[in-house]
């Protein structure tokens, strides 16, 4: 069986970072991902509003890095949840349960979007990423001097 999941939209608010009683990290956001197509009047394309879940260090990475706006590559499997509400209606949502969290795109571009006041540009640029899997501490560094060489 497979159940994988990749996306890549903007975070519709800043991740909520939370604690469970054991003290581990869970972080929760919603991503705006476009649909690939249009209707066929020539309307404007739809957009799916994704509730994501990232738990441990990816949780704490996403609430470090990201906020409202950011571009994010998501990857991680859905997940079903049946539960019941206030009035004991029973309810069912979906949300991917987060493995991996990458940027969509580069801080420069962002800033510059930002200071002139554009929209954000919609097309990922090759930036680091992270895998929850990578040793912690030493899966980002600092870089000094002259970052203009950097592709992204």
């Known amino acids: 069986m497979l159940n994988h999941i990749t996306l890549m939209g903007r975070l519709t608010r800043d991740p909520e970072l939370r604690y469970t009683q054991s003290q581990t990290p869970v972080a929760s956001f919603s991503l705006a991902v476009d649909r690939d197509y249009s209707s066929r009047d020539g309307g404007e394309r739809q957009t799916d509003f994704i509730d994501c879940v990232a738990w441990r260090s990816t949780a704490e990475f996403v609430s470090k890095y990201f906020q409202k706006g950011s571009m994010a590559v998501v990857s991680g499997r859905l997940q079903i949840r049946d539960w019941t509400d206030r009035d004991n209606n029973k309810r069912r949502s979906a949300e991917v349960v987060v493995d991996n969290v990458y940027f969509g795109e ?47």
């Open 106 to 152: 580069s801080k420069r571009s962002r800033e510059e979007n930002q200071s002139a006041g554009r929209a954000p540009a919609a097309r990922p640029a090759p930036a680091g990423g992270y895998n929850d899997a990578r040793p912690a501490g030493g899966a980002f560094a600092d870089i000094d001097g002259d970052d203009s060489e950097l592709p992204f």
